[in-house]
C-alpha cells in the first residue's frame, strides 16, 4: 500500500471537476443509506459523503419501476486550509458529482 497523496493547500477556487463512477470509491452501507470516502482531485484531502436512500425507495406494493438514482452532488469539505476561502466552506472549492 503506497500512503495516501498529501494534502495541497492550493487557493479556493469554485471549479467543476468531471464526474467519478460510484463503483470505483470506497463505500460503505450505513443506517440509512451509503456512505462514500471521496477524496478530492483538487487537494487530495479526504472526506466523507452520505447518500440516502430513502427517495429511491418504493412505497408497499408498488408497482411502478424504482426510481433511478440520482447524481450525488459533492462539494469539497476537507476540512484543511486553502486561502481565500469564502465564509461557510470547509474545502477548497471543487465541485463534482458521484454517478451511478
Ligand atoms: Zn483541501
Ligand atoms: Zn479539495
Same mark, same amino acid.
Given at each position: 500500500?503506497?500512503p495516501p497523496p498529501q494534502h495541497q493547500t492550493v ?27 471521496v477524496i478530492c482531485r483538487r487537494c487530495n484531502g479526504s472526506f ?13 406494493? +408498488?408497482?411502478?419501476?424504482?426510481? +433511478? ?7 469539497c469539505?476537507c476540512?484543511l486550509?486553502h ?6 466552506? +470547509?474545502g477548497c472549492?471543487a ?6
Amino acid at each position: 500500500m503506497s500512503p495516501p497523496p498529501q494534502h495541497q493547500t492550493v487557493k479556493y477556487s469554485l471549479t467543476r471537476l468531471a464526474d467519478v463512477s460510484a463503483g470505483s470509491m470506497p463505500q460503505a452501507k450505513v443506517a440509512g443509506g451509503i456512505e462514500y470516502t471521496v477524496i478530492c482531485r483538487r487537494c487530495n484531502g479526504s472526506f466523507k459523503v452520505m447518500n440516502y436512500e430513502g427517495q429511491y425507495l418504493s412505497g408497499f406494493g +408498488a408497482r411502478k419501476k424504482a426510481t +433511478a438514482p440520482q447524481p450525488i452532488g459533492v462539494v469539497c469539505d476537507c476540512g484543511l486550509d486553502h486561502k481565500n476561502r469564502p465564509a461557510g466552506s +470547509a474545502g477548497c472549492g471543487a465541485v463534482w458529482d458521484i454517478v451511478h
